[in-house]
């Protein structure tokens, strides 16, 4: 038992070493001229270990996307027990202090690629948590894919020009200005 537990926390180094590692390095550099090697590199860590987790650089930016989607869940699910500034404030705090590696992704330095997912992934999240607090009673199926699409990526360009511009504004201000220019008439329930 003792030899799992630190075979899991040797894991857990390697993992952080190696987003860390890409973090650091998409501070200075584009996404698609970093290198595994430019990663293992400033992790620390061998090209063996990193292959042995890994298949490439964007398999470890997608799972670490999944993971952290995962655990921003529980604040989506929020949405309908909060006003929509108090539910702002918390996403964006949450991607502003737990998920930095995400927000250099899909920053200017990050990569096509992942900006869509992440755009699919807010998108889906939109889907299931946002879209059923909104009036949609005159909708047709076309008009809330299309409305989940809208506010997804509406969302989904504020953040990326907050990130990149050097994230000036505060998260309460953000999501200050966020909850002024949000369209209110189309949410059941008031401010």
């Known amino acids: 038992m003792n030899e799992e537990l630190m075979t899991d926390a040797r894991i857990l180094k390697t993992k952080r070493n190696t987003l860390n590692a890409l973090k650091n390095l998409l501070k200075e550099n584009k996404f698609d001229e970093i290198s595994v090697k430019d990663i293992c590199k400033e992790g620390h860590i061998s090209r063996g270990t990193f292959y042995l987790h890994y298949k490439d650089k964007y398999d470890l930016a997608y799972k670490y996307q999944i993971e952290t989607m995962n655990k921003i869940q529980p604040i989506l699910e929020t949405v309908n027990d909060l006003s929509l500034s108090d539910f702002f404030y918390k996403a964006i705090q949450f991607w502003n202090t737990d998920a930095e590696l995400l927000m250099l992704l899909i920053s200017d330095n990050g990569s096509a690629d992942i900006q869509n997912q992440v755009k699919r992934l807010i998108q889906l999240n939109a889907k299931k948590n946002v879209l059923p607090m909104i009036n949609t009673n005159d909708y047709s199926e076309t008009d809330k ?9 509406a969302i989904f360009g504020i953040i990326q020009e907050w990130v990149n511009h ?19 008439h189309l949410f059941f329930k008031d401010e």
Do not use: M
């Open 166 to 184: 050097g994230q000036k504004e505060t998260p309460e201000e953000l999501s200050a200005v966020l909850s002024k220019i949000v369209p209110k």
């Open 145 to 153: 894919h299309y409305l989940t699409v809208f506010l997804s990526n």
